[in-house]
């Protein structure tokens, strides 16, 4: 998977919709290939893999599981179908998993490029192409987290996503002047730059050009 500025990629984001359920991340794979995305994204989500074992499973349910067969397997349909497919690390240990499982690309979420670096620094450290959100980072916490890519790796695809950490988002949160800012950094290093939209409408998207 190559980031050029002159070629969009639009990456469907799967997340957990799935709700555990291989029949439907297949169909949501095929109706990401009917309206035209270049690509999909699952969240590598386990559980008991991120909370203590005397912590109560309420705040993630089974449904939002990921398990490594099932991750293994949406890949494989993903390339039979022709249509890349990334996923985002949720805890120690993730990112290999998905470097293991074929995955085209990987994609650090806004809480993990704020507070988790060690699955930033396993993400970077798999040399997959990198897909990294600004979310929960303001202006100052974007530039150390750009600066960081920077240093930390070489030959490395990456880009950077303006990203407002809401569900739903709305346009008139977003900060078109940090955009233009961010994008210019972006551009003098050579790093692709986009949107993480979690807009309701396309003006977000449309306003990026």
């Known amino acids: ?38 690509a999909v994204k699952l969240q590598h989500i386990v559980p008991s893999e991120i909370w203590h074992p005397n912590y109560p499973l309420t705040t993630l349910s089974e449904k939002e599981s990921l398990t490594n067969d099932l991750l293994n397997k949406m890949v494989s349909y993903s390339k039979e179908r022709g249509i890349a497919i990334g996923c985002t ?28 670096w060690f699955i930033l620094d396993e993400a970077i450290d798999t040399n997959l192409p990198l897909v990294v959100s600004n979310g929960h980072c303001d202006h100052d916490g974007s530039l150390k987290l750009l600066k960081y890519l920077i240093e930390n790796t070489k030959q490395q695809q990456i880009a950077f996503l303006y990203c407002v950490s809401a569900y739903p988002a709305d346009s008139v949160d977003m900060n078109y002047d940090e955009v233009s800012k961010l994008s210019k950094m972006c551009k003098i290093n050579s790093i692709a730059f986009g949107l993480s939209d979690h807009n309701q409408s396309l003006y977000g998207a449309l306003k990026m050009k």
């Open 1 to 38: 998977m190559k980031f050029t500025p002159a070629t969009p990629i639009l990456i469907a984001e799967i997340g957990v919709n799935h709700e555990g359920s291989s029949a439907l991340c297949y169909q949501l794979i095929d109706q990401a290939l009917t309206y035209g995305f270049d």
């Open 89 to 116: 690390p949720t805890f120690q240990g993730s990112a290999q998993v998905i470097l293991d499982s074929g995955c085209d690309f990987i994609k650090v979420a806004s809480p993990q490029s704020k507070y988790d």
